[in-house]
Protein backbone atom coordinates (compact mmCIF):
# COMPACT_ATOMS: atom_id res chain seq x y z
CA UNK A 1 0.00 0.00 0.00
CA UNK A 2 1.47 3.76 -0.07
CA UNK A 3 2.55 3.98 3.07
CA UNK A 4 4.65 0.76 2.46
CA UNK A 5 6.26 2.14 -1.34
CA UNK A 6 7.09 5.60 0.42
CA UNK A 7 9.22 3.83 2.77
CA UNK A 8 6.82 5.40 5.65
CA UNK A 9 5.72 2.19 6.74
CA UNK A 10 8.65 -0.51 7.16
CA UNK A 11 7.92 -4.29 6.84
CA UNK A 12 10.77 -5.92 8.89
CA UNK A 13 11.56 -9.41 10.09
CA UNK A 14 12.95 -9.75 13.43
CA UNK A 15 14.83 -12.29 14.70
CA UNK A 16 14.15 -14.01 18.32
CA UNK A 17 14.74 -16.84 19.88
CA UNK A 18 11.86 -17.89 21.80
CA UNK A 19 10.80 -21.50 21.49
CA UNK A 20 9.34 -22.91 18.91
CA UNK A 21 7.67 -25.49 20.04
CA UNK A 22 6.57 -28.61 17.88
CA UNK A 23 4.03 -28.76 15.26
CA UNK A 24 3.34 -32.28 12.85
CA UNK A 25 1.24 -35.03 11.84
CA UNK A 26 1.72 -37.62 15.07
CA UNK A 27 2.00 -41.22 13.99
CA UNK A 28 -0.40 -43.43 16.49
CA UNK A 29 1.47 -46.08 17.15
CA UNK A 30 -1.07 -48.08 19.15
CA UNK A 31 -2.07 -48.57 15.52
CA UNK A 32 -0.41 -51.94 14.56
CA UNK A 33 0.33 -50.37 11.02
CA UNK A 34 2.87 -47.70 12.19
CA UNK A 35 4.87 -50.32 15.05
CA UNK A 36 7.23 -50.46 12.20
CA UNK A 37 10.26 -47.41 12.12
CA UNK A 38 10.59 -48.39 8.50
CA UNK A 39 6.89 -48.22 8.19
CA UNK A 40 6.53 -44.67 9.90
CA UNK A 41 9.78 -43.48 7.40
CA UNK A 42 7.99 -44.65 4.49
CA UNK A 43 5.49 -42.51 5.05
CA UNK A 44 7.70 -39.74 5.73
CA UNK A 45 8.97 -39.44 2.40
CA UNK A 46 5.90 -39.13 0.73
CA UNK A 47 5.42 -35.52 2.80
CA UNK A 48 7.13 -32.96 -0.11
CA UNK A 49 7.76 -30.12 2.10
CA UNK A 50 9.42 -28.01 -0.37
CA UNK A 51 6.81 -28.28 -2.90
CA UNK A 52 4.42 -27.75 0.33
CA UNK A 53 6.39 -24.51 1.50
CA UNK A 54 6.83 -23.07 -2.19
CA UNK A 55 2.84 -23.68 -3.64
CA UNK A 56 1.08 -23.20 -0.75
CA UNK A 57 3.17 -21.19 2.06
CA UNK A 58 4.96 -18.70 -0.15
CA UNK A 59 7.93 -20.08 1.22
CA UNK A 60 7.46 -18.45 4.23
CA UNK A 61 8.89 -21.54 6.65
CA UNK A 62 11.47 -23.21 8.26
CA UNK A 63 11.14 -27.05 8.19
CA UNK A 64 10.86 -27.83 11.61
CA UNK A 65 13.76 -31.03 12.20
CA UNK A 66 14.19 -30.84 15.76
CA UNK A 67 11.83 -31.52 19.11
CA UNK A 68 13.66 -28.65 20.52
CA UNK A 69 14.30 -26.08 17.31
CA UNK A 70 15.73 -22.96 17.72
CA UNK A 71 17.56 -23.42 21.22
CA UNK A 72 20.49 -24.64 22.59
CA UNK A 73 18.72 -27.80 23.38
CA UNK A 74 18.20 -28.89 19.65
CA UNK A 75 20.99 -31.75 19.10
CA UNK A 76 23.69 -31.14 16.36
CA UNK A 77 26.57 -32.96 15.07
CA UNK A 78 27.31 -36.29 17.14
CA UNK A 79 26.61 -36.97 20.99
CA UNK A 80 29.16 -35.39 22.88
CA UNK A 81 30.28 -37.36 26.04
CA UNK A 82 28.03 -35.64 28.63
CA UNK A 83 25.17 -36.99 25.64
CA UNK A 84 27.11 -40.54 25.56
CA UNK A 85 27.14 -40.79 29.47
CA UNK A 86 23.37 -41.08 29.89
CA UNK A 87 22.75 -42.74 26.38
CA UNK A 88 25.29 -45.53 26.59
CA UNK A 89 23.30 -47.45 29.58
CA UNK A 90 19.86 -48.33 26.82
CA UNK A 91 22.59 -48.64 23.55
CA UNK A 92 21.11 -52.34 23.32
CA UNK A 93 17.71 -50.69 22.91
CA UNK A 94 17.79 -47.98 21.01
CA UNK A 95 18.60 -47.09 17.09
CA UNK A 96 23.12 -47.16 16.16
CA UNK A 97 21.23 -43.92 14.56
CA UNK A 98 20.96 -42.55 18.20
CA UNK A 99 24.89 -42.52 18.67
CA UNK A 100 25.73 -40.59 15.21
CA UNK A 101 24.33 -37.57 13.60
CA UNK A 102 20.84 -36.53 14.63
CA UNK A 103 17.99 -37.44 12.07
CA UNK A 104 16.52 -35.09 10.20
CA UNK A 105 13.71 -35.13 7.56
CA UNK A 106 14.52 -35.91 3.71
CA UNK A 107 15.32 -32.90 1.51
CA UNK A 108 13.05 -33.07 -2.02
CA UNK A 109 13.25 -31.98 -5.16
CA UNK A 110 10.41 -29.75 -4.74
CA UNK A 111 8.23 -31.73 -7.49
CA UNK A 112 5.57 -32.60 -5.48
CA UNK A 113 6.57 -36.05 -5.95
CA UNK A 114 10.05 -36.58 -5.70
CA UNK A 115 10.45 -39.96 -7.24
CA UNK A 116 14.04 -40.54 -5.38
CA UNK A 117 12.08 -40.11 -2.38
CA UNK A 118 9.50 -42.21 -3.37
CA UNK A 119 11.31 -45.36 -4.09
CA UNK A 120 12.92 -45.03 -0.86
CA UNK A 121 9.73 -45.42 0.55
CA UNK A 122 8.94 -48.52 -1.34
CA UNK A 123 12.16 -49.84 -0.18
CA UNK A 124 11.51 -49.58 3.59
CA UNK A 125 8.09 -50.84 3.21
CA UNK A 126 9.26 -53.71 1.30
CA UNK A 127 12.24 -54.20 4.11
CA UNK A 128 9.62 -54.22 6.45
CA UNK A 129 7.98 -56.69 5.03
CA UNK A 130 4.89 -55.15 2.81
CA UNK A 131 3.74 -56.12 -0.07
CA UNK A 132 2.49 -54.32 -3.01
CA UNK A 133 -0.51 -56.43 -4.56
CA UNK A 134 -2.50 -54.58 -7.84
CA UNK A 135 -2.84 -51.00 -6.75
CA UNK A 136 -2.57 -52.06 -2.65
CA UNK A 137 0.07 -52.06 -0.16
CA UNK A 138 -0.28 -54.97 2.45
CA UNK A 139 1.52 -55.13 5.20
CA UNK A 140 2.86 -58.03 6.78
CA UNK A 141 -0.08 -59.68 7.87
CA UNK A 142 -1.57 -58.99 4.44
CA UNK A 143 -3.74 -56.38 5.50
CA UNK A 144 -4.10 -53.06 3.59
CA UNK A 145 -2.05 -50.29 4.92
CA UNK A 146 -4.81 -47.78 4.88
CA UNK A 147 -4.42 -44.08 7.08
CA UNK A 148 -7.00 -41.92 8.21
CA UNK A 149 -5.59 -38.30 8.99
CA UNK A 150 -7.82 -37.27 11.38
CA UNK A 151 -8.46 -32.77 11.86
CA UNK A 152 -11.56 -30.86 13.16
CA UNK A 153 -11.25 -28.22 10.95
CA UNK A 154 -10.47 -27.83 7.28
CA UNK A 155 -7.09 -25.76 7.63
CA UNK A 156 -4.84 -28.36 6.67
CA UNK A 157 -6.33 -29.59 3.33
CA UNK A 158 -4.14 -27.63 0.88
CA UNK A 159 -1.25 -29.73 2.53
CA UNK A 160 -2.77 -33.21 3.16
CA UNK A 161 -4.30 -33.35 -0.09
CA UNK A 162 -0.99 -33.89 -2.06
CA UNK A 163 0.56 -36.13 0.63
CA UNK A 164 -2.42 -38.32 0.22
CA UNK A 165 -1.59 -38.63 -3.27
CA UNK A 166 1.98 -39.35 -3.20
CA UNK A 167 0.69 -42.34 -0.64
CA UNK A 168 -1.57 -43.58 -3.06
CA UNK A 169 1.07 -44.02 -5.44
CA UNK A 170 2.76 -46.34 -3.41
CA UNK A 171 -0.62 -48.51 -2.93
CA UNK A 172 -1.14 -46.68 0.77
CA UNK A 173 -5.17 -46.24 1.19
CA UNK A 174 -4.68 -43.10 2.86
CA UNK A 175 -7.78 -40.37 3.53
CA UNK A 176 -8.77 -37.47 5.06
CA UNK A 177 -11.84 -37.17 8.04
CA UNK A 178 -12.88 -33.97 9.33
CA UNK A 179 -15.02 -34.11 12.26
CA UNK A 180 -17.02 -31.81 14.89
CA UNK A 181 -15.17 -30.07 17.49
CA UNK A 182 -16.55 -32.71 20.36
CA UNK A 183 -16.03 -35.36 18.43
CA UNK A 184 -12.40 -34.87 17.70
CA UNK A 185 -11.70 -33.96 21.42
CA UNK A 186 -13.30 -37.72 22.23
CA UNK A 187 -11.23 -39.26 19.93
CA UNK A 188 -7.88 -37.35 20.45
CA UNK A 189 -8.33 -38.03 24.14
CA UNK A 190 -9.12 -41.83 24.07
CA UNK A 191 -6.48 -41.69 21.06
CA UNK A 192 -8.71 -43.35 18.15
CA UNK A 193 -6.69 -41.93 15.11
CA UNK A 194 -4.12 -43.13 12.94
CA UNK A 195 -2.48 -39.62 12.21
CA UNK A 196 -3.05 -36.32 13.15
CA UNK A 197 -1.92 -32.82 13.43
CA UNK A 198 -1.20 -31.09 16.35
CA UNK A 199 0.94 -27.96 17.29
CA UNK A 200 2.47 -27.67 21.02
CA UNK A 201 4.10 -25.39 22.09
CA UNK A 202 7.45 -25.34 23.70
CA UNK A 203 9.90 -23.96 26.91
CA UNK A 204 13.05 -22.87 26.60
CA UNK A 205 13.38 -23.95 30.06
CA UNK A 206 11.42 -26.99 30.04
CA UNK A 207 11.42 -29.56 33.49
CA UNK A 208 8.41 -31.87 34.57
CA UNK A 209 5.70 -31.12 32.07
CA UNK A 210 7.68 -33.33 29.39
CA UNK A 211 6.63 -36.56 31.03
CA UNK A 212 2.90 -35.85 30.13
CA UNK A 213 3.93 -35.68 26.57
CA UNK A 214 6.41 -38.63 26.04
CA UNK A 215 6.94 -40.80 29.08
CA UNK A 216 5.17 -44.63 29.23
CA UNK A 217 2.72 -43.62 31.95
CA UNK A 218 1.26 -41.37 29.34
CA UNK A 219 0.99 -43.39 27.05
CA UNK A 220 -1.56 -45.34 28.83
CA UNK A 221 -3.16 -42.24 30.00
CA UNK A 222 -6.63 -41.21 28.53
CA UNK A 223 -6.44 -37.38 27.52
CA UNK A 224 -2.49 -37.25 28.44
CA UNK A 225 -0.29 -35.27 25.28
CA UNK A 226 1.53 -38.52 24.55
CA UNK A 227 -0.71 -38.90 20.96
CA UNK A 228 2.33 -40.79 19.59
CA UNK A 229 2.01 -43.32 22.17
CA UNK A 230 6.11 -43.06 22.87
CA UNK A 231 6.79 -45.47 25.41
CA UNK A 232 10.82 -46.14 25.57
CA UNK A 233 13.12 -46.78 29.11
CA UNK A 234 15.44 -44.29 27.49
CA UNK A 235 13.10 -41.64 26.85
CA UNK A 236 11.63 -42.51 30.65
CA UNK A 237 14.96 -41.91 31.97
CA UNK A 238 15.85 -38.72 30.35
CA UNK A 239 12.71 -37.54 30.92
CA UNK A 240 13.29 -37.90 34.76
CA UNK A 241 17.07 -36.36 34.87
CA UNK A 242 15.19 -33.39 32.82
CA UNK A 243 13.01 -32.74 35.85
CA UNK A 244 15.27 -32.86 38.62
CA UNK A 245 17.87 -31.16 36.43
CA UNK A 246 19.60 -28.50 38.59
CA UNK A 247 21.37 -26.33 36.32
CA UNK A 248 21.46 -25.15 32.91
CA UNK A 249 24.25 -27.40 31.29
CA UNK A 250 22.58 -30.75 32.73
CA UNK A 251 19.09 -29.96 31.30
CA UNK A 252 20.64 -28.76 27.95
CA UNK A 253 22.48 -32.03 27.49
CA UNK A 254 19.63 -34.44 29.02
CA UNK A 255 17.26 -33.08 26.14
CA UNK A 256 20.04 -32.92 23.79
CA UNK A 257 20.18 -36.72 24.49
CA UNK A 258 16.31 -36.55 24.56
CA UNK A 259 16.15 -35.01 21.18
CA UNK A 260 18.09 -37.47 19.31
CA UNK A 261 16.54 -40.62 21.14
CA UNK A 262 12.58 -39.15 19.62
CA UNK A 263 13.58 -37.92 16.30
CA UNK A 264 15.72 -41.26 15.73
CA UNK A 265 11.91 -43.03 16.52
CA UNK A 266 10.13 -40.93 13.59
CA UNK A 267 7.37 -40.74 15.95
CA UNK A 268 5.83 -37.73 13.93
CA UNK A 269 6.00 -36.33 10.40
CA UNK A 270 8.00 -33.07 11.28
CA UNK A 271 6.09 -30.14 9.65
CA UNK A 272 7.39 -26.49 9.93
CA UNK A 273 7.60 -22.86 11.88
CA UNK A 274 8.30 -19.18 11.43
CA UNK A 275 12.13 -18.24 12.28
CA UNK A 276 11.50 -14.80 12.49
CA UNK A 277 9.00 -12.17 13.79
CA UNK A 278 7.32 -10.33 10.59
CA UNK A 279 5.98 -6.81 11.84
CA UNK A 280 5.04 -3.64 9.96
CA UNK A 281 5.19 -0.38 11.82
CA UNK A 282 5.61 3.46 10.92
CA UNK A 283 8.51 4.64 10.81
CA UNK A 284 7.99 6.68 14.22
CA UNK A 285 10.88 4.64 16.47
CA UNK A 286 13.71 4.05 17.75
CA UNK A 287 15.18 0.68 19.97
CA UNK A 288 18.29 -0.26 21.36
CA UNK A 289 21.14 -1.36 19.57
CA UNK A 290 20.67 -4.35 21.05
CA UNK A 291 17.65 -6.50 21.37
CA UNK A 292 16.74 -8.83 23.88
CA UNK A 293 17.82 -12.52 23.84
CA UNK A 294 14.89 -14.16 23.79
CA UNK A 295 12.59 -11.87 22.34
CA UNK A 296 12.16 -9.34 19.35
CA UNK A 297 12.09 -6.85 22.01
CA UNK A 298 8.80 -5.35 19.72
CA UNK A 299 7.26 -2.68 20.85
CA UNK A 300 8.58 -2.74 24.50
CA UNK A 301 12.02 -1.55 24.04
CA UNK A 302 10.83 0.92 21.51
CA UNK A 303 10.77 4.60 22.16
CA UNK A 304 8.69 7.35 19.81
CA UNK A 305 11.42 9.18 18.09
CA UNK A 306 10.04 12.73 17.26
CA UNK A 307 12.25 13.87 14.51
CA UNK A 308 11.42 10.28 12.32
CA UNK A 309 7.70 11.43 12.74
CA UNK A 310 8.26 14.71 11.58
CA UNK A 311 10.35 13.75 8.68
CA UNK A 312 7.27 11.44 7.70
CA UNK A 313 4.60 13.77 8.56
CA UNK A 314 3.29 12.04 11.45
CA UNK A 315 1.54 13.80 14.94
CA UNK A 316 2.55 12.32 18.16
Same mark, same amino acid.
Given at each position: ?????????????????????????????????????????????????????????????????????????????????????????????????????????????????????????????????????????????????????????????????????????????????????????????????????????????????????????? !?????????????????????????? !???????????? !????????????????????????????????????????????????????????????
Amino acid at each position: FPAVKEGRVIKEELPGRASTGVQGWHFNLRRPQFKDARVREAIINCFDYEWTNKNIMYSSYTRLTSYFENSDMKAVGKPGPEELALLEPFRDRLSPEVFGEPWVPPVSDGSGSDRNLLRKADELLRAAGCKREGNRMLLPDGKPLTIEFLDSSSVMQPHTEPFIANLKKLGIEATRRVVDTVQYKRRMDNFDFDVASSARGGSLTPGVELQNVYSSKA !AETPGSRNLEGVAHPAVDHLLDIIAK !ADNRARLDVACR !ALDRVLRAGRYMIPMWYVSTSRIAHWDVFSRPSTAPKYSTGAPATWWWDADKAKKIGVQG
